[in-house]
Nanobody, 118 residues
Framework: QVQPVDSGGGLVQAGGSLRLSCAAS????????MGWFRQAPGKEREFVAR???????YYADSVKGRFTISRDNAKNTVFLQMNSLKPEDTAVYYC????????????WGQGTQVTVSS
């Protein structure tokens, strides 16, 4: 099992950048797909990005070209670099983990608030 703890959110102006971090406890971190999700007020949680154990990324169309997901398996950490932020990126961002063999994410961080002002 892994337990994600996400951090790095904050307030930034439109066009700015933030880097989210997710530190995951557990000795099998390198066996998990790590993902980032977000939930804006009044909206359902949505997928942002994921990265496989070997480092292959995948992005939602809404963030492609602006966000970069990466991981450091030696440090049990996954990152989300967010550039060219827009007000519509405002949300609580959650880190999550799932085993490669599963389709659903079973382990979630507590969330970190990202607010982009116009």
């Amino acid at each position: 099992q892994v337990q994600p703890v996400d951090s790095g959110g904050g307030l930034v102006q439109a066009g700015g950048s933030l880097r989210l971090s997710c530190a995951a406890s557990g000795r099998t971190f390198s066996n998990y797909v790590m993902g980032w999700f977000r939930q804006a007020p009044g909206k359902e949680r949505e997928f942002v990005a994921r990265i496989t154990p070997s480092g292959i990324p995948y992005y939602a169309d809404s963030v492609k070209g602006r966000f970069t997901i990466s991981r450091d398996n030696a440090k049990n950490t996954v990152f989300l670099q967010m550039n060219s932020l827009k007000p519509e990126d405002t949300a609580v961002y959650y880190c999550a983990a799932r085993a490669v063999s599963r389709t659903e994410y079973g382990f979630w961080g507590q969330g970190t608030q990202v607010t982009v002002s116009s």
